[in-house]
């Protein structure tokens, strides 16, 4: 229970960091409502975009999707037509 209680303690402090941060920021302020005004799309992950996709916004929709590993690639030859796969590209943007 007391390393529970310190990890969550830990965890606040670092989200405080993050606040603080973006808040100092207009840039990051701007693109955090941004991203955040999308349905979906908490502080979590408008956070993690910010962090692990700095291209976001200077590349086009299909760059994005590459580089974030979400751009589907299909397997197939000739007349046989395998399954369409994501992969790729930047784990832990695909994983947010």
């Known amino acids: 229970k007391r390393l529970l ?3 969550r303690r830990e965890l ?3 989200d405080a960091d993050l606040d603080s941060h973006i808040r100092k920021s207009p840039v990051w302020r701007v693109r955090e409502a941004l991203l ?8 979590t992950t408008a956070r993690t975009l910010l962090a692990e996709l ?6 086009d929709r299909r760059q994005i ?5 979400l751009a ?4 197939q030859s000739g ?3 395998g399954k369409s796969f994501i992969g790729g590209g930047r ?6």
């Open 54 to 59: 700095p291209e976001l916004g200077s590349l």
């Open 72 to 75: 589907p690639w299909t397997r």
């Open 79 to 81: 007349k046989w037509k």
């Open 12 to 14: 606040e402090s670092l």
């Open 5 to 7: 209680t310190a990890l």
């Open 91 to 96: 784990g832990k943007v695909r994983a947010v």
């Open 36 to 43: 955040t005004s999308v349905p979906g799309v908490g502080p």
């Open 65 to 69: 999707a590459s580089l974030a590993g």
